[in-house]
């Protein structure tokens, strides 16, 4: 079997923009701030003079000796707002500097949510119901929410759903039909399968290391494959669908998109990339991550 592989590419939106890259960093505005953080695929040189670099709001410092790791410090002139509001697909999301380099969304997810809303459009005859999995500060959860869905939204950090529900109240969607469950993603959805629960979107978004509420420890290279054999039993018949997105493993989309194939068991579209942000200053694509997404196929159509 051969296929393509996809590039799902974003240039952004109104309060995100990524204004260049190069030498092993990006240079982001989210609202009206700037921040200059690392990114090791960023192998080229920066398009952009370093004056306009020197002009950003906030940067970020790499502990020392770990510049494979996310944690470090932010560093910046003036003292910025502890978070800041950004508008993306009729929701409200709050960025904040934290110390692992991250600002509480991932813009280049974009192509994900909008795919996303166009499943949940296509659901007929029922409102559809949402799984995000991994679901961090919940972009994706109040879009589908946005959308017309019934979302649940899963993560083993209570600061993250802390963060999350924040986004829920400034986005005014107090009453927007989402069940907050703090949890070890494989327990939670083991007991779905139990309870014969079903959903017509899940997005799995996991990290390649991490632990659950109670310690559990989660190895992406361990636990991807059954939990995925799990979430394939809990899309519902039709035209359901499941979005995977990995980041920094050591793996190809050639694996994801064959794993992913393998635990559907049931026909459907196959899909799988990268995802990438297309830079202002000079128009190239800065990958993200690996996705594979897959579509059920409607029996009845």
């Not at 790791?69 to 707002?81: A, E, I, M, Q």
């Not at 559809?128 to 999995?133: E, M, Q």
């Not at 809990?234 to 995977?244: D, E, K, M, T």
């Amino acid at each position: 079997m051969t296929f393509s592989l996809t590039v799902a590419a974003t240039p952004g939106f109104a309060d995100y923009a990524l204004l260049d890259s190069g030498a092993g960093r990006k240079l982001e505005r989210f609202g009206k701030f700037v921040v200059d953080r690392p990114e090791p695929q960023a192998m080229w040189n920066q398009a952009l003079e370093p004056s306009v670099w020197l002009r950003s709001n906030a940067q970020f410092k790499p502990n020392k000796g770990e510049e494979d790791d996310d944690s470090g410090r932010w560093r910046f002139d003036k003292p910025l707002p502890e978070t800041w509001p950004i508008q993306v697909l009729g929701t409200t999301i709050l960025c904040r500097l934290t110390n692992f380099r991250h600002l509480g969304i991932f813009p280049e997810q974009v192509p994900h949510w909008e795919w996303m809303i166009d499943r949940i459009k296509e659901t007929r005859g029922e409102r559809p119901r949402v799984l995000n999995l991994f679901a961090y500060t919940g972009a994706a959860s109040l879009i589908a929410a946005h959308a017309g869905a019934e979302v649940t939204h899963l993560d083993a950090s209570k600061k993250a759903i802390g963060w999350a529900k924040q986004n829920q109240q400034v986005s005014k969607m107090g009453e927007a039909p989402i069940r907050w469950i703090l949890d070890d993603a494989r327990k939670f959805v083991s007991r779905e399968v139990r309870r014969n629960r079903t959903y017509h979107v899940i997005l799995v978004d996991p990290p390649k290391f991490g632990r659950g509420p109670d310690n559990e420890v989660w190895d992406v290279f361990h636990d991807l494959a059954p939990l995925l054999r799990d979430c394939a039993q809990l899309l519902a018949p039709g035209p359901s669908s499941l979005v995977l997105t990995t980041y920094a493993i050591r793996a190809s989309a050639l694996a994801t998109h064959a794993l992913v194939a393998e635990c559907m068991g049931r026909p459907g579209a196959l899909e799988s990339g990268e995802l990438a942000v297309i830079e202002q200053s000079a128009g190239r694509l800065l990958p993200t991550s690996m996705f594979t997404r897959w579509q059920g196929i409607d029996a009845q159509a």
